[in-house]
């Protein structure tokens, strides 16, 4: 397990030996985000770091399940010097706080009735040799589990002639989810895995790179989730978790009833544990290191 130190956030060489001048604002975001993961000590396992090239365009598929997976992802290809440009919705391009920094982080807004501009300068962007980061499910998944792809990452590796890099992030949704009050609690691990290159076969069509990229997520998933050290403190601390590993999170169909309830502008709120349940976690954390 990986925790931030402060010496990997005043590191002179964390972005490798010539890092872009252009990228300046990107690198002091990373390692600002750095001192929050050190403050809040999230003990972080990326596995699969080496699939990110070094070089050249490459396009992060990842499922979605809190408003954090853009900064744990990242983690991801830091050992590799890669800086990921996120595909997001365009209003945070807009926000008096986030869109200086979007913008300057070259992120790529995306307007949901006019996407077209964003394909095309994602595809610009692959061409350049950028690895672009998308949540293909295109909203957080309130069921933990993978929802149905959207065909536009499938689409920009066909016509950049670029790899799919499937990825998976867990632990995140402890923290900052929809439906949820956010919970900033210290220790909580977060798990990034990052699978083999999927590269577009000559002939092939999007739809079948689509299902192949699913099918990755889908194990990745499973095995971030089974591989995650940490198990819900009792019966109260079970949202996080999918219906069928025992959790109370929505199922499939009834995470899609919220999101149509979102999209008509009503806010949901889901289920959250009782205040006691984080008496309890405290203890049951406490006991589990009182073990060790």
């Not at 397990?1 to 005043?10: E, I, K, L, R």
């Not at 972080?44 to 853009?70: K, M, Q, W």
């Not at 590269?199 to 739809?207: A, D, L, R, T």
């Not at 601390?237 to 929505?250: I, K, V, Y």
Request: hydrophobic letters at 45%; one cysteine or more.
């Amino acid at each position: 397990m990986y925790t931030a130190s402060w010496h990997d956030v005043v590191r002179r060489d964390l972005f490798g030996p010539h890092p872009d001048p252009r990228d300046r604002p990107y690198r002091a975001v990373i390692r600002f985000a750095l001192v929050v993961f050190r403050l809040f000590g999230f003990r972080f396992d990326v596995r699969g770091a080496e699939h990110v090239p070094t070089t050249g365009g490459a396009i992060v598929c990842s499922n979605h399940v809190s408003y954090l997976d853009f900064t744990f992802l990242g983690l991801g290809a830091q050992p590799q010097h890669r800086l990921v440009r996120f595909m997001a919705k365009a209003s945070v391009f807009h926000h008096r706080a986030s869109g200086p920094f979007m913008r300057a982080m070259q992120h790529i807004p995306v307007d949901r009735k006019a996407g077209t501009a964003a394909f095309e300068a994602a595809v610009r962007a692959l061409k350049a040799g950028h690895v672009i980061g998308v949540f293909p499910e295109a909203t957080i998944s309130s069921s933990f589990t993978v929802k149905d792809l959207k065909a536009g990452a499938a689409r920009m590796a066909v016509d950049a002639g670029v790899p799919i890099l499937p990825a998976a992030v867990w632990g995140g949704q402890r923290i900052f989810t929809k439906g949820h009050k956010v919970v900033l609690r210290r220790g909580v691990p977060i798990t990034v895995v990052i699978g083999e290159p999927l590269v577009p076969q000559p002939g092939e069509k999007v739809q079948a790179l689509l299902r192949r990229t699913k099918a990755a997520m889908e194990e990745l998933v499973a095995e971030a989730q089974r591989t995650y050290p940490d198990q819900p403190a009792g019966p109260d601390d079970r949202w996080w978790l999918p219906q069928h590993l025992g959790g109370t999170a929505p199922t499939l169909a009834e995470a899609a009833v919220i999101d149509l309830r979102h999209a008509d502008g009503h806010k949901v709120h889901l289920p959250h544990p009782h205040p006691v349940s984080g008496v309890r976690r405290l203890a049951a954390l406490v006991r589990r290191r009182r073990g060790h």
